[in-house]
């Protein structure tokens, strides 16, 4: 039951290099988010997917691709990394679209960017 | 827009004190939920609790309470006798139906409790 997983876990990469964040859940949600955690600023939406093939725009999507060919699994591509991406970043999912499913989160993944 | 305010930003209290970390929101729809989740020094994030805009009867858990007001569009969370592993930082988010297709959660920028030995 290893519900939500994100690798790696922490990453150091240099500026223009692309790097890519993975996630992968066992529950076989329908939904999944990619959020950014900043200080001052909480958790921002990157992206989110509705279901396989299916993704949509955030709070804050430049500089970043995602993909979802299988629901299980939903990468995050920081297509040419910069300092500004330095931040911690989680996954998330869940199963139904209702306001009144919360959100599980992964464990995050600490990107630096040098 | 949704819109989630903690202006707590850190806090600190001895232990066996009581807490309450206040949160504001903002919405425009009539259906919405509310939400805390507890994020620990090992960075994980817990989900807590979740209150929709129809029920604003407080909440009691343990040592955790929730006091959930429309009329001033708070949702407050006291810890009552605080313990040393509470200490965390706690967010306070919202989802409603114009948050997107995905009833995406918009979050407030957390409040970083530290409770002292």
């Known amino acids: 039951d290893a519900g939500i997983t994100q690798s790696p876990r922490y990453k150091i990469t240099e500026t223009g290099r692309q790097v890519t964040l993975m996630c992968h859940q066992t529950?076989?949600?329908?939904?999944m988010f990619w959020y950014r955690q900043d200080l001052g600023h909480g958790l921002r939406l990157i992206y989110y997917s509705a279901a396989a093939d299916i993704t949509d725009k955030g709070e804050v999507p430049d500089g970043y691709v995602v993909s979802r060919s299988k629901t299980e699994n939903f990468p995050l591509t920081l297509e040419s990394a910069t300092r500004s991406q330095t931040s911690v970043y989680f996954c998330a999912s869940k199963n139904r679209t209702s306001v009144r499913y919360e959100q599980y989160f992964g464990p995050g993944t600490r990107l630096t960017v040098t | 827009a949704q819109k989630v305010t903690q202006a707590q930003t850190e806090i600190s209290v001895v232990e066996k004190e009581d807490v309450t970390l206040d949160c504001v929101y903002e919405?425009?729809?009539?259906?919405?939920?509310l939400f805390w989740y507890k994020q620990p020094p090992s960075g994980e994030l817990v989900f807590l609790i979740r209150r929709n805009s129809f029920d604003e009867q407080n909440e009691i858990s343990g040592r955790y309470s929730w006091n959930f007001q429309k009329s001033t569009s708070s949702f407050n969370f006291t810890i009552t006798a605080s313990q040393v592993v509470d200490s965390a930082v706690y967010f306070c988010a919202l989802s409603a139906l114009s948050s997107g297709s995905a009833r995406q959660l918009t979050f407030g920028s957390g409040t970083q409790l530290t409770v002292l030995p």
């Open positions: 919405t425009r729809d009539t259906t919405y939920y």
């Open positions: 529950w076989s949600h329908s939904y």
